[in-house]
C-alpha cells in the first residue's frame, strides 16, 4: 500500500530571512523535523514541508507561521521561548500574544519580559490588582519577575522604594542561633532577592538603591508595626509564612503601593497544614484588588530537565497519595 505524503507550504516574507526561522546552523529546522517527523526543505521564498502524518505536518506548519508572525513584529525567539513555543502549538495553543509587541502586552525595561503564557498572565495581573499571589514550582520566573516588575515601577516613579522579605526558616533553624550580626544572619535566606536584583540591574545599582534605602531586604520577623506608603513590596517564599505572619504582611500595605507574594505549595519547611499561602487562598478568594496566578510545569523556564523533573515529583506523589 502507497503511503500518502501530505505537503504544506510557507511563504517566507521579505522582511524575514531563513536564518531568523531556522536559527544558527539550522538547529530549530533538525528540532521540527525530529519532533514532527517531517522533511523542510527551502524553495526560493517558501519553506516546503512534507510527511506521511497530516497532523504533524500541519503542527509544523503553525510552528513556523508563528515563528514568521513573531520575527516580523520584532522579538527573536531565544532556544528556551522556541521550545515552548513548539509545545504550545502542538497543543493546538497559540503563543503569539506572549511575545507580541503590536498586542500592548506588558514588557518591562531592559528586554525583561514574560516567556510564556502564564507569565503574561502574571504580569498583567500585578497591572490590575494591588495584590498578587503568584503560586508555581522551581523555575517559572515567580521571584524574578516581581523583582522585574518592582524596578520598573521604582524607574517610572510609580513607587518611590522597594521592599523585599522571606521567612528565615530553613531546617528549622532560628536567626538567634546563627553567628553574626543581623545583615550575617539573613544574608543566606535573602541572597536569591539579591540576585535577581543584580541581574537585572548591577552591582553597583544594587548597592547605591540600598544605601539610599530605595530598596530594603528584609526578614519578615522585621516588618511587624510598619505601614508601608508608596512602595512595592514582595514577599518571597511564602509558602513559609505562618498564618499570624501572612496576615500581618498582608495589613502592612499602605496607600499607593502593590504587594507580589510569591510561593511554591509543595515546597513547605514548616509544620504541615500550617501554611498562611494555603490557608490565604481560601480566605482572600474573591477580594476585588486581589488575584491569585497559578504557574505550573509549563511555565518553568529554566534548564530543561527542571521541567521533566518537576513533573516526575507530581506524578510520584500523587502516586504516593492514591
Known amino acids: ?23 544558527q546552523y539550522d538547529r530549530r529546522a533538525r528540532y521540527l523535523r525530529k519532533t514532527f517527523n517531517v522533511d523542510l526543505t527551502v524553495r526560493g521564498s517558501e519553506i516546503l514541508i ?18 514568521i508572525s513573531i520575527t516580523r513584529d520584532g522579538h527573536l525567539l531565544d532556544w528556551t521561548e522556541f521550545e515552548y513555543l513548539v509545545e504550545k502549538v502542538s497543543n493546538a495553543e497559540s503563543v503569539k500574544d506572549v511575545y507580541s509587541k503590536s498586542n500592548g502586552g506588558p514588557v518591562l525595561g531592559r528586554k525583561v519580559k514574560p516567556k510564556t503564557l502564564g507569565q503574561k498572565r502574571y504580569l498583567e495581573a500585578v497591572e490590575k490588582n494591588d495584590v498578587v499571589f503568584v503560586i508555581g514550582p522551581a523555575g517559572t520566573g515567580k521571584t524574578y519577575l516581581a523583582v522585574a516588575i518592582a524596578l520598573d515601577y521604582l524607574k517610572m516613579g510609580k513607587v518611590n522604594r522597594i521592599i523585599l522579605t522571606r521567612p528565615a526558616v530553613e531546617a528549622g533553624e532560628k536567626l538567634g542561633f546563627l553567628p553574626g550580626d543581623l545583615t550575617e544572619k539573613v544574608e543566606p535566606y535573602l541572597r536569591p532577592l539579591y540576585d535577581a536584583i543584580i541581574d ?14 530605595i530598596i530594603e531586604i528584609v526578614p519578615l520577623a522585621y516588618m511587624r508595626g510598619r505601614t508601608l506608603n508608596n512602595s512595592f513590596i514582595i514577599l518571597d517564599e511564602a509558602q513559609n509564612t505562618t498564618y499570624q505572619q501572612m496576615k500581618m504582611f498582608l495589613t502592612r500595605l499602605g496607600f499607593n503601593s502593590k504587594a507580589v507574594v510569591t510561593g511554591d505549595i509543595t515546597q513547605v519547611d514548616i509544620e504541615e497544614g500550617k501554611s498562611g499561602l494555603i490557608e490565604c487562598q481560601k480566605i482572600l478568594k474573591g477580594i476585588p484588588g486581589i488575584e491569585f496566578v497559578y504557574l505550573d510545569e509549563s511555565d518553568v523556564v529554566r534548564h530543561p530537565l527542571v521541567k521533566k523533573i518537576i513533573k516526575a515529583y507530581e506524578e510520584y506523589e500523587r502516586s504516593r497519595k492514591s
Do not use: C, Q, W
Not at 7 to 14: A, D, G, L, M
Not at 50 to 67: K, N, Q
Open 1 to 23: 500500500m502507497e503511503t500518502t505524503i501530505t505537503v504544506r507550504k510557507v511563504r517566507i516574507p521579505e522582511d524575514v530571512g531563513v536564518l531568523e526561522i531556522f536559527g
Open 200 to 213: 537585572i540591574t548591577s552591582p553597583d545599582k544594587f548597592n547605591s538603591y540600598r544605601e539610599r534605602g
Open 50 to 67: 512534507r510527511g506521511s502524518d497530516e497532523r504533524s505536518v500541519e503542527a509544523a506548519h503553525r510552528v513556523l507561521d508563528e515563528i
